[in-house]
């Protein structure tokens, strides 16, 4: 999908998460900031599939209860979440 904004063009790609999530990770290592159109509907109705996106991050901080973090919930199962408990290492 071709888009245009502000006269510059912009094609639009879909990747599955196990392809790209690996990459993400190393630009975040890397320093980088990434930005992700959010797909599913777990964080309604305050974020929207397809319609709203989410700037990932390195964290500066330890993580904390109310932090958003991508999360891989399976092997190469990933989702965004709010932690809502930190009991040791569990998350």
């Known amino acids: 999908m071709e888009q245009t904004n502000n006269n510059l063009a912009f ?6 998460n196990e392809v790209i ?7 975040l290592d890397e320093g980088h900031s990434v930005t992700l ?3 599913g509907v777990s964080m309604r109705p305050f974020l ?4 709203d996106k989410a700037i990932l991050t390195k964290p500066c ?8 973090v991508l999360a891989e919930v399976a ?4 989702a965004l979440h709010r932690i809502v408990k930190i ?3 569990s998350v």
Do not use: C, M
């Open 75 to 78: 092997p190469r199962r990933y």
């Open 87 to 89: 009991d040791g290492n």
């Open 37 to 39: 159109k959010l797909r």
């Open 21 to 27: 999530i690996p990459e993400i990770a190393k630009l």
């Open 48 to 51: 929207e599939d397809g319609r």
């Open 61 to 68: 901080s330890p993580l904390k209860v109310g932090d958003v």
């Open 11 to 16: 094609k639009q790609k879909e990747f599955a």
